[in-house]
T-cell receptor
Framework: KAGVTQTPRYLIKTRGQQVTLSCSPI?????VSWYQQTPGQGLQFLFE???????NKGNFPGRFSGRQFSNSRSEMNVSTLELGDSALYLC?????????????FGSGTQLSVL | GDSVTQMEGPVTLSEEAFLTINCTYT??????LFWYVQYPGEGLQLLLK?????DKGSNKGFEATYRKETTSFHLEKGSVQVSDSAVYFC?????????FGGGTRLMVKP
């Protein structure tokens, strides 16, 4: 059974650009969550999608957005990139809603903003 | 708000030494508690969890007990191996999202 797949693995962008990251959950999993990992702030929750609807959102500005498709694949978008957006973005999937379920994490997308 | 505090690393141990990584939390209500592990270049993996007071989570020789009276969930292992070298994250679930501690890097030397 394939794990959570995140693409691309690495990205380099410049300030002001926008970026789209992709996450394919484990087959049969309907919940996808996104987390940002930085050395300074650690791991922070961005949002959760379930059945194509955003169910929960962390404390991030509106420049961070996401969506989920009918096949449960999810994308997150960051517009007007800032240097501070440089981070490892992790996606996690689970069969059902909620963080009490075992979350399966992908290897992440490392975003560098220059 | 909810928060998790972990001991800062790195923690450097010799193989077969005893491991303790401290974790305390602040939360309203009765959150579920987790330990996740991150190996180099990989995402996080759930190591163990406990969902109510006095529960003990265990996996691969690691253990942690949910202590409501001290709001703690310390991770222990009796004999560490080089392959245990990784970053360990304590986390709680409140409001259907995980709140993580800052992570503790463990380095085990042969």
């Amino acid at each position: 059974k394939a794990g959570v797949t995140q693409t691309p693995r690495y990205l380099i962008k410049t300030r002001g650009q926008q970026v789209t990251l992709s996450c394919s959950p484990i087959s049969g999993h309907r919940s996808v969550s996104w987390y940002q990992q930085t050395p300074g702030q650690g791991l922070q929750f961005l949002f959760e999608y379930f059945s194509e609807t955003q169910r929960n959102k962390g404390n991030f500005p509106g420049r961070f957005s996401g969506r989920q498709f009918s096949n449960s694949r999810s994308e997150m978008n960051v517009s007007t990139l800032e240097l501070g957006d440089s981070a490892l973005y992790l996606c996690a999937s689970s069969p059902l809603r909620g963080a009490n379920e075992k979350l399966f994490f992908g290897s992440g997308t490392q975003l560098s903003v220059l | 708000g909810d928060s998790v505090t972990q001991m800062e690393g790195p923690v450097t141990l010799s193989e077969e030494a005893f491991l303790t990584i401290n974790c305390t939390y602040t939360a309203t209500g009765y959150p579920s508690l987790f330990w996740y592990v991150q190996y180099p270049g990989e995402g996080l993996q759930l190591l163990l969890k406990a969902t109510k007071a006095d529960d003990k989570g265990s996996n691969k020789g690691f253990e942690a007990t949910y202590r409501k009276e001290t709001t703690s969930f310390h991770l222990e292992k009796g004999s560490v191996q080089v392959s245990d070298s990784a970053v360990y994250f304590c986390a709680l679930n409140a409001g259907n999202m995980l709140t993580f501690g800052g992570g503790t890097r463990l380095m085990v030397k042969p």
